[in-house]
T-cell receptor, first 111, second 115 residues
Framework: SQKIEQNSEALNIQEGKTATLTCNYT??????LQWYRQDPGRGPVFLLL?????KEKRKERLKVTFDTTLKQSLFHITASQPADSATYLC??????????FGSGTRLSIRP | EPEVTQTPSHQVTQMGQEVILRCVPI?????FYWYRQILGQKVEFLVS????????KSEIFDDQFSVERPDGSNFTLKIRSTKLEDSAMYFC?????????????FGPGTRLLVL
């Protein structure tokens, strides 16, 4: 079956370091991958989308890569801050219908 | 910035009762969705709705669930006879044209607790 997986449930890093989160997919080749942020008790908030023909996408301190050989997307937050602490969701959009979410990685940035 | 709104923010109900969760999608959006998230689990797709009909539904969305767009602004999810396992956060979302590259906007959610 087609799966999108985030193998790290939690990641704790020191403020100022770069956080790197991993998303793997199996048994299919998504044309797009998305990353969302979710705070406790809140809805997902869209951050970035990357297309399969794009190696990298940036937005301020965020960077996403898409490696179709490894079947993997990496999500980086540079110069991390405590306010970046949240759960980050990798997701696969399907045309006009639905989004398939990974289970998320809970990121904690300690001062 | 436009946003999706949901009411109520919290709902407590007795097992077997009917609940209606309400959403107001972004005004010029055409595609609407409901997702749910059981505590500690992933966000799961329930149903998508376009042009006044369901375009896709998951296996979770059984006969106990229904959706409606009763007027030009509201989008509702009804659970006819709630079960304990329906306790979850329910998120409404909308997207403008249904394209893969578009941003899907999520509401803040309704926390449903079935006792």
């Amino acid at each position: 079956s087609q799966k999108i997986e985030q193998n790290s449930e939690a990641l704790n890093i020191q403020e100022g370091k770069t956080a790197t989160l991993t998303c793997n997919y199996t048994n299919y080749s998504p044309a797009y991958l998305q990353w969302y942020r979710q705070d406790p008790g809140r809805g997902p908030v869209f951050l970035l989308l990357i297309r399969e023909n794009e190696k990298e996408k940036r937005k301020e301190r965020l960077k996403v890569t898409f490696d179709t050989t490894l079947k993997q997307s990496l999500f980086h937050i540079t110069a991390s801050q405590p306010a970046d602490s949240a759960t980050y969701l990798c997701a696969r959009p399907q045309r006009a219908s639905k989004i398939i979410f990974g289970s998320g990685t809970r990121l904690s940035i300690r001062p | 910035e436009p946003e999706v709104t949901q009411t109520p923010s919290h709902q407590v109900t007795q097992m077997g009762q009917e609940v209606i969760l309400r959403c107001v999608p972004i005004s010029n959006h055409l595609y609407f969705y409901w997702y749910r998230q059981i505590l500690g689990q992933k966000v799961e797709f329930l149903v998508s709705f376009y042009n006044n009909e369901i375009s896709e539904k998951s296996e979770i969305f059984d006969d106990q669930f229904s959706v409606e767009r009763p007027d030009g602004s509201n989008f509702t999810l009804k659970i006819r006879s709630t079960k304990l396992e329906d306790s979850a956060m329910y998120f409404c979302a909308s997207i403008r044209s249904g394209g893969l590259g578009e941003t899907q906007y999520f509401g803040p959610g309704t926390r449903l607790l079935v006792l």
